[in-house]
């Protein structure tokens, strides 16, 4: 069975850092695209990146480009998703998720329904 976890959330204050695993189970690991979502309260759901598991090429919204940073480590089948220069904004729920398409930010912030499995979410307060 397929199955996303997502940890690393938590409060930290403006300017700040944290670092977000999501780690898998249940399926053929190289052969999916991970994205990395986020929802703040009173919005939409909103694509935030994407890692393409067997090339490692990967993708950023606007957003976050420059400050977010996927990785993966194969051996313990996780995604990362290390943010810096964290700011009030980038408050939300963030969510990963796996899709056999290719990574592109465009495909994970129009077409999410491309993504199949999905994890539960992990908070992200950014406050002073």
């Known amino acids: 069975q397929l199955q996303l976890v997502e940890s690393g959330g938590g409060l930290v204050q403006p300017g700040g850092s944290l670092r977000l695993s999501c780690a898998a189970s249940?399926?053929?690991?190289?052969?999916?695209?991970i994205g990395w979502f986020r929802q703040a309260p009173g919005k939409e759901r909103e694509g935030v990146s994407c890692i393409e598991i067997s090339a490692g090429s990967t993708d950023y919204a606007g957003s976050v480009k420059g400050r977010f940073t996927m990785s993966r480590n194969n051996a313990k089948n996780t995604v990362y998703l290390q943010m810096n220069s964290l700011k009030p904004e980038d408050t939300a729920v963030y969510y990963c998720a796996a899709s056999p398409a290719r990574c592109d930010i465009v495909v994970v912030r129009t077409r999410q329904t491309e993504f199949s499995y999905w994890g539960q979410g992990t908070q992200v307060t950014v406050s002073s």
């Open positions: 249940g399926f053929s690991w190289n052969n999916y695209t």
